[in-house]
């Protein structure tokens, strides 16, 4: 991949970030037989203790699943641990609505996976170790690019230089190469920190994942195989801050009285972390030479656990849109090419940026009839039959049009139409 006249690296796509939606791109692509190019600050972590969970966990959808299937990584992963939901609990605090999905009820083994992150990205890094057509350069980071008209230069921090027929931002919510290449970001802070741990509760949580939406935000519970819960408790800042300055002994009664003694008491708990949320979306995905992927181009509430789910689904159409113009014989990063990336992804983003953003404001409305209202409606979509059926195939990825790494083929019984 070295041009040696001119010394500098020479590659199909550099992806800046490997992170799980960097490398996940990074792998599709290097499926593909292009020449890859990923440039990462920091290894991934490779040893832990086997009784350890992550603070930071991610619900993967059965899009996403397949789409890591697809990959190779799933197997791996699950060797690692990776933890089924099969129903979700999700109640009003205020007043008596509920609405409880179930994978039986439209005939899947469950509605998804609870996942360390490290667990996604390790299996990834190494899945990417086999490709002879890609390269990782870590540790390292992009300092300088130029974007032309179907392609970019870059600078890495080591000094070396390459040239890409198109540049990927997948680094995270910060990304750099994104504000490198002049693009904003319209959104605004949610008010809100979440605070993650892992929890031991007194009952059994029968891989149910759960969810009480309290005026000042939701708290999840969600299951790890061994029955303890990953929690993600969102809150206002100031009484994150309080919830943080607690001892163990009163976080826990804290938890247990939030979480409404719904897995009894919650006896123990590991290291707290907390993270501000922010709604983000990226004004322009794409540029010629540029594509943004992840998010880099967009943060959504993780009440939804929709996230990484998104970033996924970014690199699968990625993959197939830049697929389809090898095909075609056309540039990788032209305009034209890219813009067909965009169309495909900002609609799909801004409708769940939009929905979760409404259930945000909803949930946190103290407003009586508006609570009477939601509860109600909550009451009516749990007893509606093919809307619940919808609800639940929408959020596991499995309505509409899915990108070709997203699909199993061929299909097989059991696999809900993905
Ligand atoms: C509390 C919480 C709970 C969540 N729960 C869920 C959930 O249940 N389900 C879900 O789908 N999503 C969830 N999310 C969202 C999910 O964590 C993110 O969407 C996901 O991590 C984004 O992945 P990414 O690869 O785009 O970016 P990141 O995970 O941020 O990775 C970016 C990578 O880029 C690297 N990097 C950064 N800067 C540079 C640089 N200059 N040069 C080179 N490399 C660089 C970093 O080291 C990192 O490896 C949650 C988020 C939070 C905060």
């Known amino acids: 991949m070295t041009d040696p006249r001119r010394g500098e690296l020479v590659c199909d796509v550099a992806i800046s970030g490997g992170g799980m939606v960097g490398c996940a791109l990074g792998c599709a692509l290097a499926q593909q037989g292009l020449r890859v190019a990923l440039i990462e600050q920091k290894e991934p972590q490779r040893d832990w203790p086997a009784e350890e969970v992550d603070l930071r966990v991610s619900a993967l959808s059965r899009a996403s699943q ?4 697809n990959l190779g990584v799933w197997e791996a992963m699950g060797r690692m641990r990776v933890s089924p939901y099969r129903r979700m609990q999700v109640w009003d605090a205020v007043g008596k609505g509920s609405i409880e999905f179930d994978a039986s009820e439209i005939g899947e083994p469950d509605l998804g996976h609870i996942v360390e992150n490290r667990v996604t990205r390790l299996a990834l890094w190494d899945r990417l170790g086999e490709f002879d057509n890609l390269v990782s350069l870590c540790p390292d980071r992009v300092v300088q690019i130029s974007l032309e008209q179907d392609g970019a230069r870059l ?37 809100q920190h979440a605070i993650v741990a892992t929890v031991w509760p007194e009952f059994n949580h029968e891989s149910v994942a759960r969810q ?65 949320l922010r709604l983000r979306n ?42 389809e113009a090898g095909r075609a014989g056309r540039s990788l990063g032209s305009l034209g090419t890219l813009r067909r990336y965009e169309r495909a992804r900002k609609g799909a983003t801004i409708g769940m940026l939009g929905t979760m953003d409404m259930f945000k404001r909803l949930f946190s409305n103290r407003n009586l009839p508006l609570i009477k209202l939601r509860n109600l409606g909550l009451g009516l979509v749990d007893n509606s039959g093919p809307l619940k059926y919808t609800i639940i195939r929408r959020a596991m990825g499995m309505a509409g049009e899915r990108p070709t790494l997203a699909r199993r083929i061929p299909w097989q019984p059991g696999d809900g139409g993905l």
């Open 66 to 69: 397949v789409m890591l299937e």
């Open 282 to 323: 990226a004004d322009r995905y794409v540029k010629a030479g540029l594509a943004l992927v992840g998010d880099a181009a967009h943060g959504v509430h993780p009440l939804a656990g929709q996230g990484v789910n998104l970033g996924f689904m970014d690199a699968a159409v990625l993959a197939d849109v830049i697929a």
């Open 155 to 191: 600078e890495l921090m080591s000094g070396r230089n390459l040239r890409a027929g198109l540049l990927v931002g997948a680094e995270g919510a910060l990304s750099p190469v994104r504000d490198m290449a002049g693009i904003t970001s319209s959104g605004w802070d949610y008010d």
């Open 212 to 276: 009480r939406f309290m005026p000042a935000g939701p708290l999840a519970l969600l299951p790890i195989d061994d029955g303890r819960c990953s929690i993600v408790w969102s809150t206002s800042p100031d009484e994150a801050d309080r919830l943080m300055g607690l001892d163990d002994e009163r976080f826990l009664q804290e938890l247990t009285a939030a979480s409404e003694n719904v897995l009894g008491q919650i006896t123990r708990t590991g290291p707290r972390g907390v993270f501000p």
